[in-house]
């Protein structure tokens, strides 16, 4: 039998706590993680590899969780650390300095995730090379705020450029890839191509569906769009049905109600709602998004912002 503190089983009960995140239940994962750590400084200390990635965990399963500025705030307070106990150019670095890029810009603070991801990009290719895994993430994650921060087209056209390399990189059927084609088929819709972008989600989503299945978190994004295409392009009442079905299993896979993506469902329904004049039920359901994105993500951004606009168009504002 292994004693409390044996290495072996410290290490067991850390991918326990990760494999707990990979399914969806991101406090569990937390809450075990914390637990893995406190042993850890007590064992191992403060500065080793083992300690620092458990506190990289922590950090991600916060953001993942819904929690996305305590995450950010985890990150940004390990980056230091990791440099210190580890050269600037390795992995564990690079990426910490990716999670803090990322998550300014899914907080909607576009200028500074666009300029954090660019000075990653320019290290990424010193220490990879052009075409690395790691390289074309940067590549990705640059086209994809670029797009939320309103320059469509420039996205757009940044993975035009960018499909032929991560399908060379990562294949044809990786998640990287796929995000890839679903963000193109996205950023075709929001300029204003509903008709090319409702059968590019469609292909995308096959194919998700055969290698992830239908209810992996990359393929629920997929399906929402497909509910809202299909809402915009005259059939409200199918994407209705799929929205509550989406909610529902969005509601199992996140265990959380406040969880943006959940959030995103409720503001679908609300506004497909509102397309079948049921503008009562539309009306509350939105002030309910609003008051949580609010609570979640902040007045400013613009999920915030795009919630109020819809609720104060059919208040007659």
Same mark, same amino acid.
């Given at each position: 039998? !292994?004693?409390?503190?044996?290495?072996?089983?410290?290490?067991?009960?850390?991918?326990?706590?990760?494999?707990?995140?990979?399914?969806?239940?991101?406090?569990?994962? $937390?809450?075990?993680?914390?637990? *893995?750590? &406190?042993?850890?400084?007590?064992?191992?200390?403060?500065?080793? =590899?083992?300690? @620092?990635?458990?506190?990289?965990?922590?950090?991600?399963?916060?953001?993942?969780?819904?929690?996305?500025?305590?995450?950010?705030?985890?990150?940004?307070?390990?980056?230091?650390?990791?440099?210190?106990?580890?050269?600037?150019?390795?992995?564990?670095?690079?990426?910490?300095?990716?999670?803090?890029?990322?998550?300014?810009?899914?907080?909607?603070?576009?200028?500074?995730?666009?300029?954090?991801?660019?000075?990653?990009?320019?290290?990424?290719?010193? $220490?990879?090379?052009?075409?690395?895994?790691?390289?074309?993430?940067?590549?990705?994650?640059?086209? +994809?705020?670029?797009?939320?921060?309103?320059?469509?087209?420039?996205?757009?056209?940044?993975? %035009?450029?960018?499909?032929? @390399? $991560?399908?060379? *990189?990562?294949?044809?059927?990786?998640?990287?890839?796929?995000?890839?084609?679903?963000?193109?088929?996205?950023?075709?819709?929001?300029?204003?191509?509903? &008709? %090319?972008?409702?059968?590019?989600?469609?292909?995308?989503?096959?194919?998700?569906?055969?290698?992830? %299945?239908?209810?992996? /978190?990359?393929?629920?994004?997929?399906?929402?769009?497909?509910?809202?295409?299909?809402?915009?392009?005259?059939? =409200? *009442?199918?994407?209705?049905?799929?929205?509550?079905? !989406?909610?529902?299993?969005?509601?199992?896979?996140?265990?959380? /109600?406040?969880?943006?993506?959940?959030?995103?469902?409720?503001?679908?329904?609300?506004?497909?709602?509102?397309?079948?004049?049921?503008?009562?039920?539309?009306?509350?359901?939105? +002030?309910?998004?609003? &008051?949580?994105?609010?609570?979640?993500? %902040?007045?400013?951004?613009?999920?915030?912002?795009?919630?109020?606009?819809?609720?104060?168009?059919?208040?007659?504002?």
């Amino acid at each position: 039998m !292994l004693d409390a503190d044996d290495p072996e089983l410290l290490e067991t009960r850390s991918r326990i706590a990760y494999a707990t995140g990979e399914t969806g239940d991101f406090a569990e994962a $937390v809450a075990l993680h914390r637990q *893995v750590l &406190a042993d850890q400084e007590r064992l191992l200390g403060p500065d080793d =590899p083992h300690t @620092l990635d458990t506190r990289h965990h922590i950090a991600y399963w916060t953001g993942r969780g819904g929690a996305r500025e305590e995450g950010l705030r985890l990150h940004e307070e390990l980056l230091p650390d990791l440099e210190h106990a580890l050269s600037p150019t390795d992995v564990a670095v690079l990426e910490e300095r990716h999670y803090i890029a990322y998550w300014h810009g899914m907080l909607g603070r576009y200028d500074q995730a666009l300029e954090l991801h660019a000075e990653l990009l320019r290290d990424r290719i010193k $220490v990879f090379g052009e075409e690395h895994e790691q390289v074309v993430f940067s590549r990705m994650n640059i086209c +994809r705020f670029l797009g939320d921060s309103g320059r469509l087209q420039e996205a757009l056209d940044g993975y %035009g450029e960018l499909l032929p @390399l $991560v399908t060379r *990189v990562r294949g044809a059927y990786h998640p990287n890839t796929f995000l890839v084609r679903l963000n193109t088929a996205r950023f075709t819709w929001e300029l204003g191509d509903a &008709a %090319g972008a409702l059968p590019l989600h469609e292909e995308v989503l096959r194919d998700q569906t055969e290698v992830l %299945g239908d209810t992996h /978190p990359a393929a629920m994004i997929t399906r929402y769009n497909i509910a809202m295409l299909k809402a915009e392009l005259g059939d =409200p *009442v199918t994407a209705l049905a799929e929205l509550d079905v !989406l909610l529902e299993q969005r509601l199992a896979r996140y265990a959380n /109600p406040k969880h943006p993506e959940v959030i995103t469902t409720r503001f679908g329904r609300a506004r497909t709602l509102a397309r079948l004049e049921e503008v009562e039920p539309a009306v509350a359901l939105l +002030r309910e998004v609003v &008051a949580d994105r609010a609570r979640v993500l %902040g007045e400013k951004h613009r999920d915030t912002r795009e919630a109020r606009e819809v609720l104060d168009g059919l208040l007659g504002g």
